[in-house]
T-cell receptor, first 113, second 112 residues
Framework: EAQVTQNPRYLITVTGKKLTVTCSQN?????MSWYRQDPGLGLRQIYY???????DKGDVPEGYKVSRKEKRNFPLILESPSPNQTSLYFC????????????FGPGTRLTVT | AQSVTQLDSQVPVFEEAPVELRCNYS??????LFWYVQYPNQGLQLLLK??????LVKGINGFEAEFNKSQTSFHLRKPSVHISDTAEYFC??????????FGTGTRLQVFP
């Protein structure tokens, strides 16, 4: 089944404790991205990647890192999480470009205390 | 810079009534436009998209949208809604190949 998977689905952590949210797709997609969803703000793009080893900042990259060492994986790293990073995070992938249909993962709900 | 405005944060409607969810965008160049739907506790999925050609776009589940360049709008419509259409709807715009900008979302609540 074609899908985007994220792990973990739920995470509660403390300020400053490094964490990684994994994202993997099995559709051989070139384009991958991370979004955060907050009430009243919609989805905001954190980082995106158009190909292996090619990543770029979205609209809200501060406090986040990503890497794209393999085509299928695009982990999101929070080196020192803070409470303002409490949010619902979505990974998405598409065939080639931002304007191709985005396939979203199920989401990761992160709480930073 | 591209931006998207969804004018209504919530739209309550009775079952079988028509509905319109409004979306306006801001861009200085040609754009690609999208509507995505998010059902409770799920990720987003594509409803429909406008890349070029006919300004009336038909999507899944009976939804359609019309691209109006002069009014910079891309409103979503459905002639008769069902309870199962209850969800959050996001309008999105892309000017180029790199970024996709989402609006703040409209929560459609369908009542029996």
């Amino acid at each position: 089944e074609a899908q985007v998977t994220q792990n973990p689905r739920y995470l509660i952590t403390v300020t400053g404790k490094k964490l990684t949210v994994t994202c993997s797709q099995n559709m051989n997609h070139e384009y991958m991205s991370w979004y955060r969803q907050d009430p009243g703000l919609g989805l905001r793009q954190i980082y995106y990647s158009m190909n292996v080893e090619v990543t770029d900042k979205g609209d809200v990259p501060e406090g986040y890192k990503v890497s794209r060492k393999e085509k299928r994986n695009f982990p999101l790293i929070l080196e020192s999480p803070s409470p303002n990073q409490t949010s619902l995070y979505f990974c998405a992938s598409s065939l080639d470009r931002a304007y191709d249909e985005q396939y979203f993962g199920p989401g990761t709900r992160l709480t930073v205390t | 810079a591209q931006s998207v405005t969804q004018l209504d944060s919530q739209v309550p409607v009775f079952e079988e009534a028509p509905v319109e969810l409004r979306c306006n965008y801001s861009s200085s160049v040609s754009v690609y436009l999208f509507w995505y739907v998010q059902y409770p506790n799920q990720g987003l999925q594509l409803l429909l998209k406008y890349l070029s050609g006919s300004t009336l776009v038909k999507g899944i589940n009976g939804f359609e949208a019309e691209f109006n360049k002069s009014q910079t709008s891309f409103h979503l419509r459905k002639p008769s809604v069902h309870i199962s259409d209850t969800a959050e709807y996001f309008c999105a715009v892309s000017e180029d190949t790199d970024k996709l900008i989402f609006g703040t979302g409209t929560r459609l609540q369908v009542f029996p």
